[in-house]
Nanobody, 124 residues
Framework: QVHLVESGGGLVQAGGSLRLSCAAS????????MGWFRQAPGKERSFVSG????????SYTDSVKGRFTISRDNAKNMVYLQMNSLKSEDTAVYYC?????????????????WGQGTQVTVSS
């Protein structure tokens, strides 16, 4: 059974930083691309960042480019999202997802497995 467990969320002031982690189990992690999505209150879930199976390619939504960095450690079955210069509009529940296509796609429908999410709240 596949499990994706996010951690690292919390309350932070605007301008601060957080590092989200996602621990994966029950799948051959190294062949899966990983993504981070977020859902703010009253809004649909949206793509934040993705990384391909080797870690050689990453993608970001425009609003986080230059502030967020995605990375992965295939030896530890972990994916991370370093979030710097946080803004109030980054407040959301952040979800980790895995897709066996191996590409860092921003399309949520192409992801096969999802975590339960971790709350990030940025106070202004």
């Amino acid at each position: 059974q596949v499990h994706l467990v996010e951690s690292g969320g919390g309350l932070v002031q605007a301008g601060g930083s957080l590092r989200l982690s996602c621990a994966a189990s029950g799948l051959t992690f190294r062949v899966y691309a990983m993504g981070w999505f977020r859902q703010a209150p009253g809004k649909e879930r949206s793509f934040v960042s993705g990384i391909n199976w080797t870690g050689s390619f990453t993608s970001y939504t425009d609003s986080v480019k230059g502030r967020f960095t995605i990375s992965r450690d295939n030896a530890k079955n972990m994916v991370y999202l370093q979030m710097n210069s946080l803004k109030s509009e980054d407040t959301a529940v952040y979800y980790c997802a895995a897709n066996k296509l191996g590409s860092a796609t921003g399309l949520s429908g192409e992801y096969d497995y999802w975590g339960q999410g971790t709350q990030v709240t940025v106070s202004s």
